[in-house]
DNA sequence: ACCTGAACACCGTTCAAGT
DNA sequence: ACCTGAACACCGTTCAAGT
């Protein structure tokens, strides 16, 4: 008798096996996301879901971009200082991956290897030429802030996972994301002519 | 007939195995980087490995810290300006990690799980109180540097991966790190009273 | 105390066969 | 075209048994 078995009424697609995926993610965590359990969620074997995405790797990937698209539209106008844009669109990214489990790792891994996740790359791109960063700096100033980002949320996440695993960690201050990102920008603005 | 059985000849340690298993990694990779191919290198079954580390996290944090413990000590005389102090030492632990495929992943994973890599985030701090950061700030100032430090050179090994992947990244300047340093150097001047 | 040998409970991926 | 069912080639970890 296997533990969660759904009958399958609709077919199987890209945006049906994303779905369950992420929603999978938010309740077993990334190293229990196998594709037997993506299968059996779904109710079709794992095999079914290579007849979608190459791998698991694509998938993932797909998994990444959608955890990042559900991060909130920046509510500051765009008449606003860049400083406070790159700020909120920061804390909306960093908001979007520590919603799920794992969700830094993963979104920063599938960036990494250039599956996924690049919009949040362009838009800072964009929004700092804009602000009159030099275009070939524009994308190292992105990057770096994107590093912090994901690096930052990668270890909130480890240290819950850390402390679950009954394994002492530093103790992080709410504050230390906004401080962060505050030294990031004044080091940015320091660039522009 | 196995592929390379050496025959033994000391008994097992903690430190034969971390040297092995460091060899492995830089001749492999971290994802073949297994249990059963530590034991077949040093003669063994891979169950013997378990008398010596819990588990294979462990084993990797003790692999992670001497990665760490290999990069280069500070020439920049104690005198010299805080800030040329922090960037060498941070681009020497970049070298450190990016010497051994994966190297940035693995430093980046056990230094966020708690489990090795505490050295760098201790010295960077001591080294931002003695120029004036105030000690709440200070370990925050730490991690921002280590975030970018680990995420830029993960990013770099990620991309030779997917480049013999044949998958397609964005193209990085080589001055691309010194410059994220730099930005993240005046940012962190900008928080001195 | 240290190690062997074998097993357990899993993985991602492939592929002939069905519909 | 899409999916099943079974297999392949692996993993990390455990544990009785040997020395």
Redesign the pocket.
């Given at each position: 008798m296997p533990p969660t078995r759904r009958t399958?009424q609709q077919?199987?697609s890209h945006g049906r096996i994303v779905a369950t995926a992420l929603g999978l993610l938010s309740r077993v965590g990334l190293p229990?996301?196998?594709?037997?359990?993506i299968?059996t969620e779904l109710?079709?074997?794992?095999?079914?879901l290579?007849?979608?995405f190459?791998?698991?790797?694509a998938m993932l990937g797909a998994v990444a971009d959608e955890i990042l698209a559900r991060a909130p539209r920046p509510s500051t106008p765009d008449e606003a200082p860049w400083q406070a844009r790159v700020q909120e669109r920061c804390t909306q990214l960093h908001a979007a991956v520590t919603a799920y489990p794992d969700g830094a790792d993963l979104v920063m891994s599938m960036w990494a290897f250039g599956m996924g996740g690049q919009t949040p790359f362009d838009e800072l791109s964009l929004l700092l030429r804009e602000a009159g960063i030099s275009p070939a700096v524009a994308p190292t100033a992105a990057r770096t802030l994107l590093h912090f980002v994901y690096g930052h949320a990668y270890d909130e996440q480890s240290h819950d996972v850390a402390a679950r695993s009954g394994i002492l960690t530093a103790e992080r201050e709410p504050s230390d994301f906004g401080t962060g990102l505050r030294i990031l920008v004044s080091g940015i603005e320091a660039l522009l002519p």
């Open positions: 399958r077919p199987l229990d996301l196998t594709m037997r359990a299968g109710g079709v074997q794992q095999s079914a290579y007849h979608h190459a791998n698991k790797q």
